[in-house]
T-cell receptor, first 114, second 115 residues
Framework: GNSVTQMEGPVTLSEEAFLTINCTYT??????LFWYVQYPGEGLQLLLK?????DKGSNKGFEATYRKETTSFHLEKGSVQVSDSAVYFC?????????????FGKGTKLSVKP | KAGVTQTPRYLIKTRGQQVTLSCSPI?????VSWYQQTPGQGLQFLFE???????NKGNFPGRFSGRQFSNSRSEMNVSTLELGDSALYLC??????????????FGDGTRLSIL
């Protein structure tokens, strides 16, 4: 079946540290891949996306590359800020079904300390 | 362009009551999906509506229902509330249905607490 696996959190980093949040997926066909971010008390915001193999999505200093050979879509940022503290969700799109159109990982909570 | 609007933001109910949550999608978006978010289960898909028709349904009991109006606004209803229904309910809209590379845009959610 279709699924997304994210690294367990929480992840605690100091400001300006390098961030990697691992995400791997299992899917039939060729899904699009997304990273969403959820700040405290808010809904999910689309952070970046990639629609085909070797695509690199980027936004606000975050990057992720769609790796078909390793079925991965790891999120990276070179220098995190306190304002990046949030929960990050990796997701893939599928065509409907009982899981809906988007399959989410369980989320990784990031805390950045000054 | 206005985002996805969910009302109310907070609700407190007691067991056995029913509740209706509302979602107004981004203008022009025809697909609305609902999710339940809890600390233990994460994000769980409830259902999706497109052009007033339910397209997909998650594995929730029949107490959870929804509908979509001709202007794409959607409501979800939960009857006979249970303590375990306490959660953040998120609504998301997108231009079309059926996966593809169309991202979903989320509202800020309705926080439902059952006493």
């Amino acid at each position: 079946g279709n699924s997304v696996t994210q690294m367990e959190g929480p992840v605690t980093l100091s400001e300006e540290a390098f961030l990697t949040i691992n995400c791997t997926y299992t899917a039939t066909g060729y899904p699009s891949l997304f990273w969403y971010v959820q700040y405290p008390g808010e809904g999910l915001q689309l952070l970046l996306k990639a629609t085909k193999a070797d695509d690199k999505g980027s936004n606000k200093g975050f990057e992720a590359t769609y790796r078909k050979e390793t079925t991965s879509f790891h999120l990276e940022k070179g220098s995190v800020q306190v304002s990046d503290s949030a929960v990050y969700f990796c997701a893939l799109s599928i065509v409907g079904g009982s899981q809906g159109n988007l399959i989410f990982g369980k989320g990784t909570k990031l805390s950045v300390k000054p | 362009k206005a985002g996805v609007t969910q009302t109310p933001r907070y609700l407190i109910k007691t067991r056995g009551q029913q509740v209706t949550l509302s979602c107004s999608p981004i203008s022009g978006h025809r697909s609305v999906s609902w999710y339940q978010q809890t600390p233990g289960q994460g994000l769980q898909f409830l259902f999706e509506y497109f052009s007033e028709t339910q397209r997909n349904k998650g594995n929730f009991p029949g107490r959870f229902s929804g509908r979509q109006f001709s202007n794409s606004r959607s409501e979800m209803n939960v009857s006979t509330l249970e303590l375990g229904d306490s959660a953040l309910y998120l609504c998301a809209s997108s231009l079309t249905t059926g996966g593809s590379n169309q991202p979903q845009h989320f509202g800020d959610g309705t926080r439902l607490s059952i006493l």
